[in-house]
């Protein structure tokens, strides 16, 4: 099967598969690592809870930039020229690691080495509003309609793989030594630099002439201006959108809180961490198809529901940990059995999420308005990243974890009801 792809690919198909597959190979490096990333930042550099919840917070507020990046490839003459000076300004911070402390006593009380940590990831999370688009937008041009798919879903399974190899080894790593974040992570940006500089090499040949009737800033507040309109009008997508907010806040509110009681409540170490990651990444992959199928045929309000409810049984599960204790170990890795099962829910998560998130958006609209409602969709992710996180710790300050899953588990259950209700009553 695999052959006969490869074998009527042509040239251009062919070159630039070669370029994407070497992309996907570092970028699921990349993103295997950045999965102990928060881990690191409150085991190994001692950071408080605040600044935990920012860090993953950056990876969100940078979606608020969406439409202005957009905006300014659409307009971009040399787009690959674009694209490798974005990678190397994202990327290279990276590079500063080497120069921290391998020494846990200089990481006292909002040492400024926090600091620099938090920039160093915020610039590089910039990267994903500009370099992921254009390198799409490079594909899409690249490759046929009729291989467009198959090419992009096998990158995408190397990419996994990779990921899965990388947090394995980064884990048993860390647990070795607490400090080798130090060199990896710049280790991975280079290679990051490297890979983006590779993809650019792919021809883009556009196949309309942009045309550019206002200015960048116009342009973004007209695009703000669809977005209110396509909420005002379209009820069952914003209903759609509610659901995501109550959601949305469950997932950054407790994604923080979650790696604090893994350390402080269950002691985990790294390579535990990243087995129950791997876990639900496998169980993940192998549950996609069936999902892929199944939301092509289904509402989408209908199909999110199975995500939220998943989400609520891996958070349940989780605080359920403290008080069923069971664990056994495998070599370094301790397991327990209520993380097990949650990592289930996680994993039954995660297969239905990545579609409902990424695709979801464009069953309330036409294949030509498809761009714009996604758009919405990014700009209230990035939306509710600015407050979720740091809510999340503040409860878990004030009320403790319970109490902050408990809330978490409740904001699921009214966005369930809203999935429903929505359903039933306005098609």
Request: glycine content about 6%.
């Amino acid at each position: 099967m695999l052959l006969k792809i490869f074998n009527s690919l042509t040239v251009k198909e062919s070159r630039s598969f070669k370029l994407h597959i070497t992309f996907s190979v570092i970028d699921g490096m990349i993103r295997g690592a950045l999965l102990l990333n928060e881990y690191v930042f409150i085991k190994s550099l001692n950071g408080n809870s605040y600044q935990l919840s920012f860090l993953f917070q950056s990876s969100l507020i940078v979606l608020l930039l969406s439409v202005f990046f957009n905006e300014l490839i659409f307009r971009a003459k040399r787009k690959g020229r674009m694209l490798r000076i974005a990678g190397f300004i994202t990327h290279l911070p990276l590079v500063l690691l080497l120069f921290f402390p391998r020494n846990p006593e200089m990481y006292s009380a909002n040492s400024i080495f926090h600091y620099v940590f938090l920039f160093i990831f915020f610039t590089y999370y910039l990267s994903y509003p500009i370099v992921l688009p254009t390198i799409n937008l490079f594909l899409k041009n690249a490759y046929s309609q009729e291989n467009f798919g198959r090419l992009y879903g096998l990158s995408t399974t190397v990419r996994q793989i990779m990921m899965m190899l990388t947090i394995f080894f980064f884990g048993f790593v860390l647990d070795s030594d607490h400090f080798a974040f130090t060199y990896i992570f710049p280790i991975l940006g280079i290679l990051g630099i490297i890979s983006v500089i590779l993809i650019s090499i792919i021809e883009y040949i556009p196949k309309t002439k942009v045309v550019i009737t206002e200015s960048l800033i116009m342009s973004v507040v007209s695009s703000f201006k669809k977005m209110v309109i396509i909420l005002k009008t379209n009820k069952p997508f914003l209903d759609f959108q509610i659901a995501y907010l109550f959601y949305g806040f469950t997932f950054n509110s407790t994604r923080s809180v979650i790696n604090i009681f893994y350390n402080e409540a269950l002691s985990l170490n790294y390579s535990s961490v990243a087995f129950y990651q791997n876990a639900y990444n496998i169980i993940a992959i192998l549950l996609l198809p069936f999902f892929g199928k199944l939301i092509g045929k289904i509402d989408p309000r209908k199909f999110t529901i199975v995500s939220f409810a998943s989400m609520a049984g891996y958070i349940l599960f989780i605080a359920l940990s403290a008080y069923f204790p069971l664990a056994f170990q495998v070599l370094t890795i301790k397991i327990y059995i209520t993380l097990l099962i949650a990592t289930i829910f996680f994993g039954l998560f995660n297969a239905t999420i990545i579609l409902s998130w990424n695709i979801g958006s464009s069953y309330f609209c036409s294949n030509e308005e498809a761009g714009d409602y996604q758009s919405v969709h990014l700009f209230l992710t990035g939306f509710r990243g600015i407050y979720s996180p740091f809510l999340g710790i503040l409860f878990y300050e004030l009320l403790g974890f319970t109490w902050t899953f408990g809330i978490g588990i409740f904001m699921l259950i009214l966005a369930v009801w809203l999935m429903h209700w929505s359903y039933k009553n306005r098609k």
